[in-house]
Structures are given as C-alpha cells and as structure tokens.
C-alpha cells in the first residue's frame, strides 16, 4: 500500500506558494517515524519576498482602527477554540507532547488572542505637561512596520501568539519563521 504525503507551501502576499528552487524538507513524527508531510525548503528570496508582502500589507493594515483591529483578534481566539483540539493533536504529532501540554500551549493562544483584542480599545497616546506655560507634549502610538516572529519548536502556538497579536493590535504586519520542526502547527495557526 502507498501512502502520498501532503506538500504543504509558504503563504507570502497573500499567495501560496513553494520554495523558489523547488527544494523541500520532510517532517516525521518523532513517536511513529510517520512521515507528516513536505515543506519548502525557503532560503533569502522567500524571507525577501516575505518581507515585501508584509511590508505591501502594512500600508492598509496600519491605516485600520486599533479597536477593530482587536476586534478582528478576538475573532482568531474564537477560531482558535473551534480549532483547539485540532490544533493540539497536530503539535502532538509533531513534537511528541502529550496532549494535556499542547491543549495548554493553544489555549496560551487563545487567552492571548483575547487578551490582545481587548488592548486594541486601550493604545492609548500621553499627553504631559512642558516646561512652556499653556501648552503641553502629546505622544502618539503610531504602527512602525513589518515584525518578524522566529519561532521556537517547543511551543509552536503560544509562543508566536505572544510576538504576532501585539504586532498586529499596534498596528504592525508580520513574518513567521517557524521552526523546522513544527511548520505544520505554524502553518494551521
């Protein structure tokens, strides 16, 4: 009997796609020795290419208010419950964790999801006090750009949650860098 494995792809400027070369990486399961599926071996083009989308993106997504911007948040931490178990059985066959831990790790996710939603009605600017009589100093949170998220293979779904949605709450696109271990927790998140 044979079995095809998946050929998963990169999403970059809202595409998907392979490595330019072509070139891709097996993932086994460390447990069963399972083939999981191929991913793009991705080198400097694809980091450019990725970059570029994101920077492209930045340009509107910067110009959304923070509050829907949360809003938009807390709709993720809603899939992410829907999804949860899915979720978590992908990191278990990934990287060996029992299912307790990785049903832990997406529900870091999910509260960071929530939890950021919730700051997109709190970005609040300073206005102090200047040494000049009737006037005063006015400081305003403004997005700065595109912020790259490389992630570790032990926690493959709380950990980047906690570098993407305060990115994207303030404003900011980004880049994932999964770990060569877990593309696939990365890729479904």
């Known amino acids: 009997m044979t079995t095809t494995a998946n050929i998963y792809q990169n999403y970059i400027g809202g595409k998907w796609q392979g490595a330019g070369s072509g070139e891709t990486f097996p993932n086994y399961n460390p447990a069963t020795g399972e083939l999981i599926g191929y991913f793009p071996l991705s080198g400097e083009p694809e980091a450019s290419a990725a970059v570029e989308g994101a920077r492209a993106a930045f340009e509107k997504?910067?110009?959304?208010?923070?509050?829907?911007?949360?809003?938009?948040?807390?709709?993720?931490?809603?899939?992410?419950?829907?999804?949860?178990?899915?979720?978590?059985?992908?990191?278990?066959?990934?990287?060996?964790?029992?299912?307790?831990?990785?049903?832990?790790?997406?529900?870091?996710?999910?509260?960071?999801?929530?939890?950021?939603?919730g700051e997109g009605r709190r970005l609040f600017g300073r206005s102090v006090p200047v040494e000049l009589p009737d006037k005063s100093g006015?400081?305003?949170?403004?997005?700065?750009?595109?912020?790259?998220?490389?992630t570790p293979w032990n926690f493959p779904i709380a950990i980047p949650t906690w570098k993407m949605f305060p990115a994207l709450v303030a404003g900011n696109t980004i880049v994932i860098k999964p770990a060569s271990d877990t593309p696939l927790s990365a890729l479904r998140l």
């Not at 948040?73 to 278990?92: F, S």
């Not at 403004?142 to 490389?150: E, M």
């Open 138 to 150: 006015v400081a305003m949170l403004d997005p700065v750009g595109v912020v790259a998220c490389i």
């Open 61 to 117: 997504w910067r110009l959304v208010p923070a509050p829907k911007r949360g809003e938009i948040l807390y709709h993720v931490g809603e899939l992410l419950k829907q999804h949860k178990e899915e979720l978590a059985r992908t990191m278990t066959q990934e990287m060996g964790k029992v299912l307790k831990e990785t049903r832990g790790d997406v529900q870091e996710g999910i509260d960071m999801a929530y939890y950021m939603g």
